[in-house]
């Protein structure tokens, strides 16, 4: 494709998803005439609902829009990947080879999730009793596998490293298990989830009732082991054990896998002068002013950036309004006035009419929004907040920088 000059805004921002069009909504709310979102997706996805259609609670297409249609008004959007950015030169470089020169640059092109790290696993993705809520082709898959099965060996596992809604990899095992049990074939089902953290959840709070809803479920939990390879043929996933001291590996048959792919930065950000130089490779901000650690026009938030929170739309909500708070100083030449304190919260289903909301900050002690509720019990009305009050704030409220 030939090469394109010239393009030039004011405050780039790379990526459209849940942090890139917060940001650009609220930036426009604040008057800033001159910004360019960078995003090569048509689609615009809300990928909290996914759990629930990989549950059989929601339909697949409530999870889409258009992405031009939560393009904010007045905001220019590139319809190109960014695959460079300089930021000596400040310059971004498209996949099609248009440098996007910028004065103060967001990062926000989500994560990438490394599938081929698991041998076998890519090869058989939506096949043989294999699939993941983590991609939107997928997560119909998942209850396609779920709502027939009536015996066997149900295996779901989580990776080890951060990952987007780290509750994803559990909250459908309680999902497909309520369902189960509701068809009365759940005695049937050696249900597996293989965690290789210590605990079911980083607070000990929810961590606790979570012990509790898998026990409800007789599930076998395989703390502190992860997946390591599929052989599809067989129908087998290899388990290694992470304890410390362990070096053993089992061989488990199963009948339906849902597998979480391990996940880290796009492999141009790891590579290029933004990274943190990590393995992960996340975009290097400080952790509650979101503006980077080398240079002080450049901010990122969300999946992408190397803030120690859970990596979730949650966090984004909070991460959105500093980020503008603090790019607005910038360019103003004053103090950072905002900061992060790392909140975000997960919506842990735990039946399929039932929610634990998991809320906490970088201290990792519970952090309730509501007042007068016990969110440390399962609950129908978070329920009906997960299914039916959360999408709605995101798309009528957050994408529009009100919330
Ligand atoms: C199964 C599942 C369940 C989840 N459940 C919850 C939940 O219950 N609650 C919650 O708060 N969060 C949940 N999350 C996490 C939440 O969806 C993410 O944390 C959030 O969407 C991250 O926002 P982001 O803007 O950083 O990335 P994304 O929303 O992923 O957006 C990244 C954007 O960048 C674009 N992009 C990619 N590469 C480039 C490039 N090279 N150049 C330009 N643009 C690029 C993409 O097209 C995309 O539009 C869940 C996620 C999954 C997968």
Known sequence: MARQEGLRHRVVIVGGGTAGIS????????????????????????????????????????????????????????QDAAREIDPDRQVVTTNAGVVVGYEYLVVCP?????????????????????????????????????????????????????????????KIAYLAADWWRKQGSLAAIHVVLVL??????????????????????????????????????????????????????????????????????????????????????????????????????????????????SKTGAAIRKQAPVVVANLLATMAGKELPARYDGYASCPLTTARNKMLLAEFDYTMKPHPTFPFIDTQKERYDMWLLKRYGLPAMYWNLMLKGWA
């Open 196 to 309: 290789p953290t210590p605990a079911m959840f980083g607070v000990p709070e929810f961590s606790r009732v979570l012990d509790q809803v898998a026990k409800r479920y007789g599930i076998d939990v395989r703390l502190q082991h992860e997946m390591v390879e599929v052989n599809a043929d067989d129908h087998e996933v290899v388990i290694a054990d992470r304890r410390e001291g362990a070096d053993s590996k089992v061989s488990l048959h199963y009948d339906f896998l849902h597998a979480v792919p391990p996940q880290s930065a796009p492999d141009w950000i790891k590579d290029g002068p933004l990274a943190d130089g990590t393995p992960l490779g996340y975009v290097a901000v400080n952790k509650h002013t979101h503006q980077h650690v080398r240079y002080p026009n450049v901010f990122s938030l969300g999946d992408a950036g190397n803030t120690p929170n």
């Open 23 to 78: 940001v650009a909504a609220r930036l426009r709310r604040a008057g800033e005439d001159d910004v360019a979102v960078l995003d090569p997706s048509a689609q615009h996805f809300y990928q909290p609902l996914w759990t629930l259609v990989g549950g059989g609670r929601a339909p697949l297409k409530e999870s889409v829009r258009p992405e031009s249609s939560v393009m904010p008004q007045g905001v220019r959007w590139i």
């Open 110 to 170: 989500g994560l990438q999730l490394d599938w081929g790290k698991v041998p076998g696993l890519a090869d058989t993705l939506g096949r043989n009793g294999v699939s993941s809520n983590y991609t939107y082709e997928l997560a119909p898959r998942t209850w396609e596998m779920v709502k027939p099965l009536r015996k066997g060996t149900a295996v779901f596992t989580m990776p080890s490293g951060p990952i987007k809604c780290a509750g994803a990899p559990q």
